[in-house]
């Protein structure tokens, strides 16, 4: 008789973490999550067989709450998921989201070492490959933070590379690249379904040109799980779907939901004129900008990005878009974003 199989997740109330969570409890594997103190978004009830779930507090900026996720994991064949970033539109350094997603990292890849997990899984994103020109993109073998824009594509990046350097040669480990993530079983409002449920409302009338590529976050999940089980050491995956512009899937709100269609399309140039107003705004109302340059400029670069690599390797298959939408639409209609 093997070890028992036990599975660390950080990160486990965000919009990813909680999904394959969920998928794990549902096949009755035991799981230990990683939470801030303080999170009010933990609904365990939601997750099925909560009884599996042991929670922990802790930041994984501080090494000691780290290692008391590993507490009696001597004797188990371990599985570490890390799941938690800080995201951030702005271009310039944010020091706290450089000490989320870098040091803490940091943090979890040297506890993973130090308790020789059986598999680690990080979960990057596909921000961290440079994207240039009409080439479509299915793989990427070297994270240079040279080549990336942005706060967070930076720091994920810096991350990616660290993870990879770090476990060569002393456990198994692999990258999950999600690309822009969408989906239902969100307590935090992603800004996609924030947008819908404002369009399913009657509040939005407009909306910008330009897209990227969009994947639901169930498959997400499942790329991830299949990662655990057949992903090769040092390779990273991307999990996408295909590239969806904005309004194409505002669309598929009106065909599901009967409301007439989004007839405004701003430009994107205008958007990004607009965006040092939109920020004032936002500062005034003590609210995180919804759109920034930096955004509106990488929902216009390519992000034609291919998951031949997972399908074959893995067995991963995104769902149609459509359904996802539906299933967006039921989400927010029953729990509206705060």
Known sequence: MGKEKIFLITGITGHLGRNVASLLLEKGEKVRGLVLKGDNKLFLDRFPRPENLKIYYGDIRNEEEVEALFEGTKEKEVYLIHCAALITLVKKKDQRVYDVNVNGTKNITDAAIRHKVHKYVYVSSTDTIPKKG????????????????????????????YVLNACKGKINASLALPSGILGPNDFYGARMNRMIYQYRIGKLHSAMSGGYDMVDV?????????????????????????HYDIVTLLDMVSEITGQKKIRHVIPRWVVILST????????????????????????????????????RELGYHPREMKETIKDIVEWVEENPPE
């Open 134 to 161: 009409k080439q479509i993109i299915e793989d990427i073998k070297v994270y240079d933070e040279k080549k990336i824009k942005g706060c967070y594509g930076k720091t994920k990046t810096i991350a990616s590379a």
């Open 276 to 311: 040092p107003f939109l920020s004032i705004q936002a500062k005034l109302h003590h609210q995180k900008p919804q759109v920034t340059a930096h955004s509106m400029k990488m929902i216009g670069k390519n992000t034609y990005l291919s998951h031949a690599k997972a399908e």
């Open 218 to 242: 169930r498959d997400v999940a499942k790329g991830v799980i299949a990662i655990l089980k057949k992903g090769k050491k040092n390779e990273s995956y991307i999990l996408s779907n295909s």
